[in-house]
């Protein structure tokens, strides 16, 4: 139901954009966003958005560098535009949603789609 793209190599200071397109049922799901996991590293929290709340939540460690966006027009995409990507930025990149927000919305647990990953690799 989830399908991301747009991960590739990108040299450290750069920029990319991640993309995530959800099936109609859900699209319409209150809360989608972003997860990540690094090789030999636990899952990790990355930012969601929140419908209902109409805001978005970061970690800690992306906050002022990536951008959560959902499409008005096209309600299904979903986007993560990443700034200033650091090597430590290097994983795979999980979209995922779920039905209601939850204020354990950092904990990958809550989530029951998920998307199929896509690698974005950090190195000059």
């Known amino acids: 139901q989830l399908q991301a793209s747009g991960g590739g190599l990108v040299e450290p200071w750069g920029s990319a954009r991640l993309s995530c397109e959800a099936s109609?049922?859900?699209?319409?799901?209150?809360?989608m966003g972003w997860f990540r996991q690094a090789p030999g590293k636990e899952r990790e929290f990355v930012g969601i958005f929140s419908r209902s709340r109409r805001r978005t939540y970061y970690s800690d460690s992306v906050k002022g560098r990536f951008t959560i966006s959902r499409d008005n027009a096209k309600t299904n995409m979903m986007y993560l535009q990443m700034t200033s990507l650091k090597a430590e930025d290097t994983a795979v990149y999980y979209c995922v949603a779920r039905l209601r927000h939850t204020v354990a919305y950092y904990d990958h647990r809550q989530y029951e789609h998920w998307g199929q990953g896509t690698l974005v690799t950090v190195s000059s």
């Open positions: 109609e049922v859900a699209s319409n799901y209150d809360v």
